[in-house]
């Protein structure tokens, strides 16, 4: 059994582990002053808006902002938007991104690395300066959108909260928001989401997950494999009455022993000690922490001999909990002087440790910082470490760690961010947790 697996998940079984995981990055929220051709635009105060202050009659002379910080990219997408509060006199307005060596004085979309969609002509510039056609011109009154999609690796534009198109994002690394004008007179604000956008942002994110999500079920898998799968996953975990339960709801009538000769389901090393493994889960499911420890030493004493092991240490921290949770904290104190105390100075369980007697402290622990420890999903990440812990005593397979279904969702999660890793590490990360809330909220809709 991993040493360190199930001590990891008792440290951040709270939800707050999912909320860590989204990974925060700096947005743009206003205009780069000092990276810009200052000596052809005025930028407003709060760096939102900027006015063309040259007489247009070169290329080099080109009024140009990028944005104060690069695009976030660990997400599914980016977007921001400007307004054109006066066309000027050529209309020579374009939005688009560039690098961080984007060379200030050009238009975005003239030089390589670069991408532009000009309102002159409604022309792309993709790093030449040759334009291709792509949307309709922009003018005074119109609001235009900008935005990255990481999954798909595009560039798409918004005119007035319609989308225009998208074309391939070609560009690696960093890419910062860029707005430029190139005319008398010609005048652009810029929303960095500090308002609400013209083009529905949220919708358009929510209906490319939704067209991945119909895509993933497209993907045809036998309804046995589904079951089979479930199956294991049950028997893995020692839910024997829901194993038996779910085996009547799917009609299944095939005994186990051919199951797994038809598809490599061994489902007898499944059923390997399973009532004692459901007995256990049972016990710590109820908090009945010294039952559970009772049990184990008499079924399986191998398994308690080293009294610092991590099944130790996790059913020790529990039965601490389960004492703090009914209040008796006297009784709570004696029992971490005896039994946790001894973990202290053991690296893997220092932090732990000192958590679980932080406890202690406040009135109302269940509200704290350290309120997770009182959660039910603590007492499940036990009982899974006792559960792995009895099937590594099979001497067939050992280190069978994880169920069949845990073992595809990890090659999965491995594929994601192997596929993130070629794309320079952008995109959203894959989220179990989000996923399913995600598609419990569709069935409830459905359902209502």
Same mark, same amino acid.
């Given at each position: 059994?991993?040493?360190?697996?199930?001590?990891?998940? =008792? *440290?951040?079984?709270? +939800?707050?582990?999912?909320?860590?995981?989204?990974?925060?990055?700096?947005?743009?929220?206003?205009?780069?002053?000092?990276?810009?051709?200052?000596?052809?635009?005025?930028?407003?105060?709060?760096?939102?808006?900027?006015?063309?202050?040259?007489?247009?009659?070169?290329?080099?002379?080109?009024?140009?902002?990028?944005?104060?910080?690069?695009?976030? =990219?660990? *997400?599914?997408?980016?977007?921001?938007?400007?307004?054109?509060?006066?066309?000027?006199?050529?209309?020579?307005? @374009?939005?688009?991104?560039?690098?961080?060596?984007?060379?200030?004085?050009?238009?975005?979309?003239?030089?390589?690395?670069?991408?532009?969609?000009?309102?002159?002509?409604?022309?792309?510039?993709?790093?030449?300066?040759?334009?291709?056609?792509?949307?309709?011109?922009?003018?005074?009154?119109?609001?235009?959108?900008?935005?990255?999609?990481?999954?798909?690796?595009?560039?798409?534009?918004?005119? +007035?909260?319609?989308?225009?198109?998208?074309?391939?994002?070609?560009?690696?690394?960093?890419?910062?928001?860029?707005?430029?004008?190139?005319?008398?007179?010609?005048?652009?604000?810029?929303?960095?989401?500090?308002?609400?956008?013209?083009?529905?942002?949220?919708?358009? %994110?929510?209906?490319?997950?939704?067209?991945?999500?119909?895509?993933?079920?497209?993907?045809?898998?036998?309804?046995?494999?589904?079951?089979?799968?479930?199956?294991?996953?049950?028997?893995?975990?020692?839910?024997?009455?829901? =194993?038996?339960?779910?085996?009547?709801?799917?009609?299944?009538?095939?005994?186990?022993?051919?199951?797994?000769? %038809?598809?490599?389901?061994?489902?007898?090393?499944?059923?390997?000690?399973?009532?004692?493994?459901?007995?256990?889960?049972?016990?710590?499911?109820?908090?009945?922490?010294?039952?559970?420890?009772?049990?184990?030493?008499?079924?399986?004493?191998?398994?308690?001999?080293?009294?610092?092991?991590?099944?130790?240490?996790?059913?020790?921290?529990?039965?601490?909990?389960?004492?703090?949770?009914?209040?008796?904290?006297?009784?709570?104190?004696?029992?971490?002087?005896?039994?946790?105390?001894?973990?202290?100075?053991?690296?893997?369980?220092?932090?732990?440790? %000192?958590?679980?007697?932080?406890?202690?402290?406040?009135?109302?622990?269940?509200?704290?910082?350290?309120?997770?420890?009182?959660? @039910?999903?603590?007492?499940?990440?036990?009982?899974?470490?006792?559960?792995?812990?009895?099937?590594?005593?099979?001497?067939?397979?050992?280190?069978?760690?994880?169920?069949?279904?845990?073992?595809?969702?990890?090659?999965?999660?491995?594929?994601?961010?192997?596929?993130?890793?070629?794309?320079?590490?952008?995109?959203?990360?894959?989220?179990?947790?989000?996923?399913?809330?995600? +598609?419990?909220?569709?069935?409830?809709?459905?359902?209502?």
């Amino acid at each position: 059994m991993n040493s360190s697996h199930f001590t990891h998940k =008792f *440290r951040h079984s709270s +939800n707050r582990e999912d909320m860590a995981n989204e990974e925060e990055e700096e947005s743009p929220t206003e205009l780069n002053t000092i990276n810009s051709s200052g000596g052809f635009l005025t930028v407003s105060p709060d760096k939102l808006s900027l006015k063309y202050a040259g007489v247009g009659q070169h290329g080099h002379d080109v009024g140009v902002a990028q944005s104060n910080k690069p695009a976030p =990219f660990k *997400r599914h997408a980016y977007y921001f938007e400007i307004y054109v509060k006066d066309a000027g006199v050529k209309g020579r307005v @374009a939005i688009g991104f560039t690098t961080d060596n984007f060379k200030i004085g050009r238009h975005p979309g003239w030089e390589l690395n670069t991408c532009g969609y000009h309102g002159e002509d409604g022309l792309i510039y993709l790093g030449k300066r040759q334009g291709e056609a792509f949307g309709p011109a922009f003018t005074t009154g119109d609001t235009v959108g900008a935005g990255i999609n990481y999954d798909s690796q595009e560039f798409f534009f918004t005119v +007035n909260g319609t989308l225009v198109g998208t074309v391939s994002k070609y560009i690696k690394g960093p890419l910062f928001p860029t707005v430029a004008v190139h005319s008398q007179n010609e005048e652009v604000t810029v929303n960095f989401g500090q308002e609400k956008f013209a083009f529905d942002f949220k919708g358009y %994110e929510a209906s490319e997950r939704s067209k991945q999500q119909v895509s993933i079920e497209k993907t045809s898998i036998p309804p046995k494999l589904n079951h089979r799968l479930v199956k294991n996953y049950l028997l893995h975990f020692g839910y024997e009455e829901t =194993f038996h339960a779910f085996d009547r709801a799917t009609n299944s009538t095939v005994p186990p022993i051919y199951v797994a000769q %038809e598809d490599g389901f061994d489902v007898q090393d499944t059923t390997y000690a399973l009532n004692e493994r459901k007995i256990l889960r049972q016990l710590i499911g109820k908090g009945e922490i010294d039952a559970a420890l009772s049990k184990l030493r008499d079924c399986y004493p191998q398994l308690v001999q080293d009294d610092k092991s991590e099944v130790c240490f996790l059913l020790h921290c529990q039965k601490f909990i389960e004492l703090v949770r009914i209040g008796t904290l006297e009784e709570a104190v004696k029992y971490g002087r005896v039994e946790l105390a001894k973990f202290i100075g053991l690296n893997v369980f220092q932090d732990i440790v %000192e958590d679980c007697f932080t406890l202690l402290v406040y009135e109302c622990p269940e509200e704290s910082n350290v309120g997770y420890f009182l959660e @039910a999903s603590q007492r499940e990440v036990v009982a899974d470490a006792v559960n792995a812990a009895i099937l590594s005593t099979n001497p067939k397979h050992k280190d069978r760690l994880y169920s069949h279904l845990e073992t595809l969702l990890r090659q999965l999660m491995a594929c994601c961010l192997e596929l993130r890793l070629l794309n320079d590490g952008q995109g959203e990360s894959l989220s179990l947790n989000r996923l399913l809330k995600n +598609n419990s909220c569709k069935r409830i809709k459905k359902s209502g």
